[in-house]
């Protein structure tokens, strides 16, 4: 009875241990690999299977599929391949591991041979679709054509990769106007004024492929031209009344105000009146008739500078006349029969002489209002035949400082 108890207790033995040798030296290998995310067109996408086991212990082997347009494959049945990829998109790539399983590795007992698993991930090739700039006023705008940005700008550029919206990683950024670096985001400050308007300044964006923009660097400022323009006067200063033309000066030469972007005139501070055309820089400056400071800008509309030119005023002066002087012309005055009149022939000066009251218009009582030519008045009577007293001026052209009417209405002159 005892020796049947041992014979039974080593017959278990044997088939326990059996068992479990056939589980520890039969499993399947595991496959694991690492991979970017994504990789630029024709850059190196380096994988690593470093991670793949088998759990008996054995030695693996490795097959590796890529998807479609790999190539400069190398290490292709190794743990750490490499390759390229010639175009853009989401690429499959698989890996296959095998074990070497020896069928005798059980004790004889069989039933192992090489088992093989494998595992699949995607990577994504990039490659540079556009470059966007950041607008002060609406947020990244794709570049249509040549970027005109004025000197001095500094400009955020955007690479945006093909496909769209995914994880990626940037470009190299360079160029004629001293991009450097890579990633997404490159801010480019523009030193250099183009010298003509085929001189660009490029930035580029490199991703495989390469994306250019062209950028025309310009300066630009306003142009104050007080209609009585003579020499000597002076142009930080106007006299009441002053009428001003505004405009611009473009360089490189050529430009217009559409092209950058547009030019507006705008009266930040102080007197007179201004009459603008938005976006062609041009306009009018009335200096009005009161005495004070004043401050013009020009400013760039819209595009990668816009805002350009409100920290960059044009103070001017508005002054009154400090003086007087008249200077007696020896000219006759003349004299109608029938009718009361009071004539003089003078010139008539308003200091100061460095700025002009042309457009100033005074007079006493009710005589028509005189104008001012350049910084002086100069009063003549009328010239002209004359016919019988009615209730009219006479005929012919009233001169400025003269005045002639019928008894039952004279007015005095200046």
């Known amino acids: 009875m ?5 014979i039974w207790i080593c017959l278990m033995t044997i088939v326990v241990s059996t068992v479990g040798t056939t589980y520890a030296c039969c499993q399947s290998p595991i496959a694991s690999f690492m991979a970017p995310s994504s990789q630029c067109v024709d850059c190196v996408v380096s994988f690593s299977a470093g991670a793949s086991y088998d759990p008996d212990g054995t030695t693996l082997s490795y097959s590796w599929s890529f998807g479609d347009g790999a190539y400069g494959i190398t290490g292709g049945n190794t743990p750490n391949p490499t390759c390229k990829y010639s175009s853009s998109g989401t690429k499959t790539v698989t890996l296959t591991v095998t074990d070497n399983d020896n069928p005798d ?12 698993s494998s595992t699949s991930r995607t990577v994504t090739i990039v490659e540079v679709s556009k470059i966007q700039y950041l607008d002060p006023d609406t947020g990244y705008a794709d570049i249509m054509g040549t970027l005109y940005v004025c000197i001095g700008t500094i400009v955020t550029f955007k690479a945006i990769p093909n496909p769209s919206g995914v994880s990626w990683p940037g470009a190299v950024w360079d160029g004629t106007c001293g991009a450097s670096g890579s990633g997404e985001i490159a801010y480019v400050k523009f030193r250099t004024l183009s010298s003509s308007t085929t001189d660009y300044k490029t930035v580029t964006a490199t991703c495989g492929n390469t994306v250019t923009v062209n950028v025309i660097v310009y300066d630009y400022q306003g142009k104050l031209d007080p209609n009585d ?6 142009q930080s200063c106007y006299g009441l009344e002053e009428i001003v033309d505004l405009g611009w000066d473009i360089t490189p030469c050529g430009l217009t105000p559409i092209e950058i972007g547009g030019l507006t005139w705008y009266l930040l501070d102080g007197v007179g009146y201004l009459d603008a055309d938005p976006w062609y820089g041009t306009g009018v400056y009335d200096a009005g008739e009161s005495a004070g400071g004043v401050t013009l800008v020009l400013v760039v509309m819209s595009g990668p500078s816009a805002g350009a030119g409100f920290f960059n005023p044009y103070d001017r002066t508005v ?3 400090s003086g007087t002087r008249m200077t007696r012309v020896n000219n006759k005055v003349w004299h109608i029969q029938g009718c009361a009149s009071a004539g003089f022939a003078l010139y008539y000066w308003l200091d100061p002489t460095s700025v002009s009251f042309k457009y100033l218009k005074f007079g006493e009582g009710s005589c028509p209002s005189t104008n001012v030519s350049g910084f002086y008045l100069k009063c003549e009577p009328w ?3 004359y016919t019988p ?5 006479p005929n012919g052209t009233q001169q400025a400082g ?12 200046i």
């Not at 004790?107 to 192992?112: M, Y």
């Not at 019928?406 to 005095?412: E, F, K, N, T």
């Open 402 to 413: 003269h005045t002639q009417l019928p008894p039952a209405a004279i007015q005095g002159g």
């Open 105 to 116: 590795c059980c004790g004889g007992q069989g039933g192992c041979s090489d088992k093989s």
């Open 229 to 234: 323009n003579f020499d000597g006067r002076s």
């Open 389 to 393: 007293p009615t209730n009219t001026y």
């Open 2 to 6: 005892r020796t049947k108890a041992l």
């Open 319 to 321: 002054i009154a006349p």
């Open 383 to 385: 010239l002209g035949s």
